[in-house]
């Protein structure tokens, strides 16, 4: 049975998720405001869970030790500063354990979810219309100057990983 304390340990993570992949679909941005929640609710959590305060560290610096790669990466112009931010504040939920699992899922789901828009992106401009206009949430995603919204990719790896999350782990167990 779920209670209301493991109900209130899914919630904030699954809601600015959501949140952060539909504005990345909707404008190919990210608000940091996402981000900065998704940190912050993360120590509230491990604490209402039970966890300890080493095992709360460890988690908070993969999510810094993600932030700097992915700074790295956003340097060399192959992360979006957003998604640099969305996925360090994802990470820290995975702490040390869970990482792994959450990167790889993370991965396959934006393969395949870039190999979509890619091949859409290929489709005359005529075959990705919907009557007389194109699908609002779809705009910027269809332009083919655009990047790809990895938010989506995030949000997917991080639900299907979830069980791997320490912070989860001990929602559900107690």
Not at 31 to 54: Q, Y
Not at 62 to 68: L, N, P, S, T
Not at 134 to 150: C, D, I
Not at 156 to 163: C, E, K
Request: glycine share 10%; net charge neutral; charged share 10%.
């Amino acid at each position: 049975m779920i209670t209301f304390l493991t109900f209130l340990t899914f919630f904030p993570f699954c809601a600015l998720l959501l949140t952060s992949a539909y504005e990345d679909l909707h404008s190919m941005e990210i608000s940091n405001w996402i981000s900065i929640a998704l940190a912050l609710a993360f120590p509230l959590v491990a604490v209402a869970n039970g966890m300890s305060a080493p095992a709360i560290g460890l988690a908070l610096a993969v999510g810094c030790a993600v932030f700097f790669v992915g700074a790295g990466l956003f340097y060399l112009g192959l992360m979006g500063g957003g998604d640099v931010k969305i996925f360090s504040a994802t990470a820290i939920w995975f702490g040390v354990s869970g990482f792994l699992p959450f990167l790889l899922w993370t991965a396959i789901a934006g393969g395949l979810f870039s190999a979509l828009i890619l091949l859409a992106r290929r489709l005359p401009e005529p075959a990705r219309d919907t009557g007389t206009a194109r699908v609002a949430l779809l705009q910027h995603v269809l332009r083919r100057e655009s990047g790809v919204p990895y938010a989506v990719a995030i949000a997917l790896g991080a639900f299907v990983a979830a069980g791997k999350a320490p912070v989860f782990q001990a929602a559900l167990a107690g």
